[in-house]
């Protein structure tokens, strides 16, 4: 594996650098409300401060109306260094904004989604973007899944190499596609299309592929078992990917939920009951994996000299059904550094680590989810072509 990292370019002093960050984060009232995103990005930010650049800083917002200036002042807080806010991305202001930077000062650009030519991926805007600068750097890799105008055309226009968490992610990601035997992979949350490639890619190189969370459902269902009215997303077609992936797998490999917690509220209000795989019944509405899964699971992950993790056993937002995704995240951290080499990714994953106090036992937390799935699970990823080559 190859990366262009911007390392490699020994004189930064005085170089006009645009540096994509992933800075989606987010907003209540004005105010960054959860920052580790920032903090990921301080290690590039402060690199190229040592070495004289000039430093633009611009990232995108999900919410293409929300501006970027409160992110520009909680990373000037955290980073301890003046950062000027442009409330632009291209034109005019930037560029006379940027002739007048000096070495080592900083600016942050406007959201970028206020333009809509970014997401369209427009060869215009990409240009008109790179234009005032000498060097751009990716280190968003929680977007470099996206064919955008900033991750995607850029590189046509302007030397470009990825930054530090770009560069991390790819390094630690690998130890997964590459991985000391063996290998137990967990997989867990709503959206069963967006797990699928990612449990195609390791359906050979994994010795175990636990599933949690809804696309347990998915399964089962698919297999012939009562889910009763719990949330399911099998069409015709993702039920005979699933049957022809469970199959390829078999019960060796593919590990389904023994038990669960379920309710017969969807808001988990009133009686909960622990039902076996085979007692669930119609009206059921299951939430959790059992004890005797959390139990079950554990011994696969003891076993593991690597761990990929993704995506919750339940619905662990509320407090009744949070323990199986408690407990999975505290076995997976205690068996991860030094034991086994632990990877985990997924907003819900991160928050669910964070829960648990186990965040800083995991060896890598990854910053991106559908850009770790993608690169886990094989898919093209326009953000890393031209700078990273397996």
Known sequence: MKIKSIRQIKNLASKKILLRADFNVPIANGKVKEDYKLIKGLPIIRYLIRYGAKIVIVTHMSNEKLSTQPVAKRLAKILGYPVKFVPYCIGEKVDLSVDKLKSKQILFLQNLRFQRE???????????LARPFDIYINDAFGVSHRDHASI???KKFIPSFAGFTVEEEVVNLNKALKPKKPLTVIIGGAKISTKVPIIKNFIDKAEYILIGGAIANDFLKSLGYQVGKSLVGSDEKMIKTVIKLYKKGGNK????????????????????????VI?????????????????FYSQFIKKANTIVWNGPMGMFENEKFKHGTMAIAKIVAARSKGQA??????????????LSKMFDYVDWVSTGGGAMLDYLGGAKMPGLKGIVKK
């Open 118 to 128: 970014e997401e369209t991926n427009d060869k215009k805007f990409a240009k008109e």
């Open 152 to 154: 995607g055309a850029i």
């Open 253 to 276: 490999k593919i590990i389904l939920p023994l038990d669960f917690v379920v309710s017969k509220k969807k808001d988990g209000s009133g009686r909960l009951f622990i039902r076996s």
């Open 279 to 295: 007692a669930v019944e119609q009206d059921d509405i299951i939430l959790d994996i059992g004890p005797k899964t959390i139990s």
């Open 341 to 354: 080499f632990g990877i985990a990714g997924g907003g819900e994953t991160v928050e669910a680590l964070k």
